[in-house]
C-alpha cells in the first residue's frame, strides 16, 4: 500500500522525429514545416509561449526580406527585390492542401476572433527582418501563430518536422503528404475558438 507501481502522464497531439541536421546545409524555405523552441516568444496577452510547452510546430510562410499581407483570405507575399504580392498558394505545392477549402481547410485567415492581430496590424503590411521567421498554423482559424505572438528566431529552429510515429492516425507517416478529406470546409463560429484559448 501507497508503493506507485506505474506513472504516467497524458501526452495528446502527434509525436514525431524531427530532422534537426539538415538545415544547417540547406537553409528552411517558404512551405517547410519546422519545430522550434518557443524560448523569449510572448503570446499576444504578454505570456511566455514556453509555459505552455517547450516546442511548436507551424508552417514556414515569411522569410527575411519578405513583406506579408491578407487579402480577402489569402497571405500575400512580396518577397525581397520583388514589386508584386503573389499569393502564398503560389510558392510552391505545400500550400495547396490550405487552399483546397476542403477537410476543415480554408486558407489563411487573417481574423482570429477576440485576439488582437499583431504582425501585420489588420489591414496593414509586414516585412520581416533578417534572421527572422513568419510561422502559421495551416488550420488558420484555429491556430495561435505568428500573427498574435510575432516572429521566430532564427536560433530558436529545432529542425523540420519529419515522421509522425504516434498516434496511428490518417496523418501517421511522413509529414505533410496526407491529402485533405474530401468534404467541403465549413466555417465554425468563433465562439469555440474564444473558449478554447481565453483560458
Known amino acids: ?15 514525431l522525429f524531427v530532422d534537426r541536421i539538415s538545415h544547417f546545409f540547406s537553409d528552411v524555405k517558404r512551405g517547410d514545416v519546422l519545430v522550434f523552441a518557443t524560448d523569449g516568444i510572448k503570446s499576444y ?3 511566455k509561449l514556453s509555459d505552455t510547452g517547450a516546442y511548436y510546430i507551424k508552417r514556414l510562410v515569411g522569410i527575411p526580406g519578405d513583406t506579408i499581407k491578407f ?3 489569402q497571405l500575400m ?4 527585390g520583388e514589386k508584386e504580392f503573389r499569393p502564398a498558394k503560389s510558392f510552391g505545392p505545400e500550400f495547396e492542401r490550405i487552399y483546397s477549402f476542403k477537410g476543415g481547410y480554408h486558407g489563411h485567415q487573417e481574423d ?4 488582437p492581430i499583431k504582425y501585420p496590424q489588420s489591414g496593414g503590411e509586414f516585412t520581416v527582418p533578417k534572421d527572422y521567421y513568419y510561422m502559421l498554423g495551416d488550420n488558420s482559424r484555429f491556430s495561435l501563430d505568428s500573427r498574435a505572438w510575432g ?4 536560433k530558436n529552429i529545432v529542425g523540420r518536422a519529419g515522421v509522425i ?11 505533410d503528404t496526407t491529402p485533405a478529406l474530401e468534404v467541403p470546409t465549413g466555417m465554425p463560429s468563433f465562439s469555440t475558438f474564444d473558449v478554447m484559448y481565453k483560458q
Not at 507575399?77 to 525581397?80: L, Q, T
Not at 482570429?112 to 485576439?115: H, K, Q, S, V
Not at 516572429?151 to 532564427?154: G, H, K, Y
Open 1 to 15: 500500500p501507497g508503493e506507485t507501481i506505474v506513472d504516467g502522464y497524458l501526452s495528446l497531439g502527434d509525436h
Open 45 to 47: 496577452d504578454g505570456r
Open 71 to 73: 487579402t480577402d483570405g
Open 77 to 80: 507575399i512580396r518577397p525581397a
Open 112 to 115: 482570429l476572433g477576440m485576439i
Open 151 to 154: 516572429l521566430v528566431p532564427r
Open 165 to 175: 510515429f504516434w498516434p496511428f492516425s490518417r496523418r501517421w507517416g511522413k509529414v
